[in-house]
Nanobody, 126 residues
Framework: QVQVVESGGGWVQAGGSLRLSCAASGRTFNMYAMGWFRQAPGKEREFIGAITWRAGYSYYGDSMKDRFTISRDTVTNTMYLQMSALQPEDTAVYYC???????????????????WGQGTQVTVSS
């Protein structure tokens, strides 16, 4: 089984940038992809983007690609989320998730992922 831990959240002023990290450990040899989601109070969990682990193909949710960039380091088994031009509506708990190799998936649905981190809070003030 894979374990994932997010870090890098915090407080930032509107217009600022922040980079989140997600470190994977355990049975990482079986990872197919990792993804980022976020959830604001009272809202559903929202897909930000995902990246396939070996090939490095990235996918983004609607309107996410403009200000969010996902990358990965296969040596350290770490995924990153670079966020720029942050706005108060970006305030949320940000989660990373891991998907094992196996069935064909879209990577856009939270239910498709096998392992989740505890989340890291990002707060953007106006």
């Amino acid at each position: 089984q894979v374990q994932v831990v997010e870090s890098g959240g915090g407080w930032v002023q509107a217009g600022g940038s922040l980079r989140l990290s997600c470190a994977a450990s355990g049975r990482t040899f079986n990872m197919y992809a990792m993804g980022w989601f976020r959830q604001a109070p009272g809202k559903e969990r929202e897909f930000i983007g995902a990246i396939t682990w070996r090939a490095g193909y990235s996918y983004y949710g609607d309107s996410m690609k403009d200000r969010f960039t996902i990358s990965r380091d296969t040596v350290t088994n770490t995924m990153y989320l670079q966020m720029s031009a942050l706005q108060p509506e970006d305030t949320a708990v940000y989660y990373c998730a891991e998907k094992d190799a196996g069935e064909i998936v879209t990577l856009r649905q939270a239910a498709e992922y096998d392992t989740w981190g505890q989340g890291t809070q990002v707060t953007v003030s106006s």
